[in-house]
């Protein structure tokens, strides 16, 4: 394998399947599946998903919400989906601790950096829910922070399209794809991988990101076993 210990940044809208809210059972069982295919190859797994798919901060915000509400809001949405993503995983025979950067005693174990890597060397798949714990950052900046944390090898980006391009291919089909990217050339074209906070927290500390089409059967597993596919961005 490629990489020894990962961590996988999910979009709660990923969840959402073919839903327009919520979460689709379906989706989830599917990403439960490919994540323990991963598991049983021996890589170790961390994962922060995001929780757009019930609630979004800076939406409740632009809409008259307080800010800072608003987004301990969207932090209770990622430790939902965690929950969901746990059960699933369990479903699978997968072992899986969550973690939250909120105490949320109840449901799930606060964030300690020794317990998760723990976790990790013994084969536990860990989700890290609650974002940063803090108002005003994402949950790009709260996968980027958790991977240096732990000393991921990579931050693999799943997404539903297949790389970066240079528009959305969603919307115009003359996109082009990019197969690999310097840190420095995506700020010079302006590419969005992740939020600016988060992108340039990874480019300090060197840690590459791998974008790529979470949602095509087999792909996480064919990537970490050295097949090329999706956008790596690196130093």
Do not use: C, W
Not at 8 to 23: D, F, H, P, T, V
Not at 42 to 62: D, K, P, Q, Y
Not at 119 to 124: D, F, M, P, T, V
């Amino acid at each position: 394998m490629s990489y020894k210990r990962i961590l996988l940044k999910l979009s709660g809208e990923a969840l959402m399947g073919e839903r327009q809210y919520g979460i689709d059972p379906k989706r989830l069982q599917e990403y439960a599946q490919e994540i323990k295919e991963v598991t049983k190859s021996g890589v170790e797994v961390a994962i922060v998903i995001g929780g757009g798919n019930i609630f979004r901060g800076l939406a409740g915000a632009s809409a008259g919400m307080d800010r800072v509400q608003g987004d301990y809001m969207g932090m209770l949405a990622t430790v939902i989906n965690g929950l969901a993503l746990q059960s699933a995983l369990e479903n699978e025979d997968v072992p899986t601790r969550l973690q939250t950067a909120i105490k949320i005693n109840a449901v799930a174990e606060p964030f300690i950096r020794r317990k998760a890597m723990r976790h990790l060397e013994k084969g536990r798949v860990v989700i890290f829910g609650g974002g940063t714990g803090n108002p005003y950052f994402t949950t790009d900046s709260a996968a980027v922070l958790r991977a240096i944390e732990i000393e991921a090898d990579v931050i693999l980006k799943g997404t539903r399209v297949d790389g970066i391009y240079t528009s959305d291919p969603e919307k115009n089909k003359d996109a082009v794809k990019f197969d690999t990217l310097s840190f420095d050339d995506v700020l010079k074209k302006g590419l969005k991988v992740m939020d600016t906070t988060a992108f340039t927290l990874s480019q300090e500390n060197d840690l590459p990101i791998i974008v790529f089409d979470m949602n095509t059967k087999g792909n996480l597993l064919k990537l970490l076993s050295g097949e090329k596919m999706g956008t790596v961005v690196s130093a």
